[in-house]
């Protein structure tokens, strides 16, 4: 039998406004605690360039090697798997309430673990980069004789901007892992289209809110101005999938 939602779903499934109120719901809390999480580690990131550098500027420098150490002490990577495994459940609770249908996602755990992988691999290049960009700062500042003030003001710009752009890899990964396991959580149960819906705001791109309201196959994501993809897929998307289940068609 289906349940209540997805009857509801079905009679309305013309009617957009009452599809959004059953779409799956932004993973609000999961990106605010990979925020923060990732605001302490920047936070220890900052203190190691500061302590490394100090007043001196011909100190030794930061590595590649003491960010890799930062990542492994700080246990980033036991946070990720949490995080990938309560973003699973999400998905699989919203199609179980959807279907009244038992959710297994097939591999879950490598799925859990490409997205651990893929985490680890961004914040790494990241830090790579903020190795490379402070030595460089380190060198010119001690071969033209700058002052250290100016140096430091550097440094924490550098620094700032490093953790921006680490902010940004929270926000969309968090995003890009709901949808993922949203999409999987779906397929497992049969689904093969779904209903494109964005947020509904200033916020949202051009080119997907031409797709809104729209419906799609999983097996042929639509081009989005950025390559083919599903809800999600882009940097930063917000948009969402909301299951078409033929199981209960013409019921």
Sequence with gaps: MASALYS??????RDI???RRLAPKQP????????????????MWRA???DSVGIRLDAKRP???AFAELLKTSRLNV???NLGQDLSSRGKKYTSKITRLPVRIPNEDFVIGDFVDENLKLITSLGNEQVGIISTILELALQSGQRSEDTAKE???????GESHAQLIARDQTLKGAATFNRLAQQAVGVESYTWLTSKDERVRESHADLDGQTFQYSDPPDTGNGRNHPGEDIQCR???VPIIPLFEGI
């Design 63 to 65: 590595t590649k090697n």
């Design 17 to 19: 406004a009452a599809l």
């Design 239 to 241: 948009c969402v999938a």
């Design 155 to 161: 440094l924490n710009h550098i620094l700032d901007v």
């Design 79 to 81: 946070f990720l798997k």
């Design 8 to 13: 509801k779903l079905r009679r309305t499934s």
């Design 48 to 50: 190691i360039v500061e």
């Design 28 to 43: 609000r809390a999961e990106r605010i605690r990979y925020s923060n999480r990732i605001s302490a580690f920047w936070q």
